[in-house]
């Protein structure tokens, strides 16, 4: 029996016995308190409810009030496979005008933002954009919550399509996008009926230490040109292939706690409207599985100068997974070592796309059918 249809078998039987444990009652209770709200995605979001149900209530409060409102809406017309974009933002301007450039150059013809608030010219810039479509929340931002402000614009905008679903900081790549852009990897998602395309969230770093204060943003490309090939780990953790390790499970990593932070996602995604889609998985638990790797990278550029400013911030709102622990360890090393680094004798430069089959958690047969290279170790 394939993986795929033992999930399915899991699936159907949490439902059967939705009542037998408390957290089963608890996240039965909570579906049927909201049956009308999602009803279109019912099934699916039980069985994330199953497994998280506090996230859950925390969306469901979210997505019950409608907090996102349409301000200005791109005319691009798109053709039937053509991806939308989707991004929430906060007072990030300089990394949001990086990531346009880069999607438009491989693509993309349609954005569409949810800015929270901004202060600092994101929101002005954005209406300014023909291309882009741009919605507006002032709610409190937090990671459920933001699950439900893409849902809210995908309700809006569509379902059946495709979605590049990303943070500000993150760049979508894959092996071969120089020469075969965004409607040609689509294509050939569409060919092997895959739906959700497993990405790397791959860390990019310089040379130099963390927050290094004399790199602009137009140079970050170029001066953040290392990552990682061989520190990443795979687990086949249900519901989810889960990936850890890279330059933070190095750096922040100590003798008596292992750092570890989920770094699969889902960025581009066929989304249905019965679906649940979720930072690290999606719903049904199925589609985490249609790759027997990671077939695309997120280029993340998370530790830039002034942001060790960003994160104290993030540390003292408590906003984030476990109250900002993330963050904290991060400040927790950097104020023991401010000559902090990622760089280290194994990073590899980025000189193009092709330089990320190195990495070892790749899908070697989806780039090999793709016909980006021939043969891989």
Request: charge should be positive.
């Amino acid at each position: 029996m394939k993986l795929k249809d033992i999930l399915s078998l899991y699936c159907g039987y949490v439902t059967n016995v939705a009542r037998l444990t408390r957290k089963s009652r608890k996240a039965y209770s909570l579906m049927r308190e909201n049956k009308e709200l999602v009803k279109k995605f019912k099934k699916t979001f039980y069985q994330y409810a199953y497994i998280h149900y506090d996230f859950a209530n925390i969306f469901l409060k979210s997505y019950s009030i409608k907090s996102v409102k349409p301000i200005e809406i791109s005319k691009i017309d798109l053709r039937k496979n053509d991806p939308i974009l989707l991004c929430a933002v906060k007072n990030d301007l300089e990394r949001i005008r990086l990531q346009v450039e880069h999607h438009r150059k491989i693509g993309i013809k349609h954005f569409a933002y949810i800015d929270n608030a901004s202060t600092d010219g994101t929101f002005e810039w954005l209406k300014e954009q023909p291309d882009v479509s741009l919605f507006f929340t002032d709610e409190t931002f937090n990671a459920s919550v933001k699950n439900s402000w893409r849902r809210q614009v995908m309700d809006f905008l569509g379902y059946n399509r495709w979605y590049l679903v990303l943070d500000s900081d993150e760049l979508f790549i894959y092996p071969g996008v120089e020469n075969k852009h965004i409607d040609v990897y689509i294509n050939f998602l569409e060919s092997k009926k895959i739906r959700c395309v497993m990405s790397l969230l791959t860390d990019m770093y310089s040379n130099h230490k963390l927050f290094q204060k004399d790199t602009g943003i137009n140079e970050i490309q170029n001066a953040y040109c290392y990552f990682d090939t061989d520190t990443y780990e795979v687990t086949n953790k249900f519901p989810i292939y889960y990936i850890t390790g890279g330059p933070r499970t190095r750096l922040f990593s100590t003798n008596e706690d292992v750092f570890s932070c989920a770094l699969q996602k889902y960025a581009l995604i066929m989304v249905s409207e019965d679906m649940f889609v979720s930072t690290h998985e999606i719903c049904p638990y199925t589609h985490n599985f249609e790759t027997e790797g990671v077939v695309a990278f997120l280029l993340h550029y998370k530790f830039l100068p002034g942001d060790d400013d960003i994160y104290k911030k993030h540390v003292a709102s408590k906003l984030y997974f476990r109250d900002s622990l993330e963050y904290k360890k991060y400040a927790a090393v950097f104020e023991q070592n401010q000559d902090a680094s990622f760089y280290y004798n194994g990073s590899q430069k980025l000189n193009s796309s092709m330089d990320l089959l190195k990495i070892n958690v790749i899908d070697k047969n989806f780039f090999k059918n793709f016909g980006v290279v021939s043969n891989l170790p």
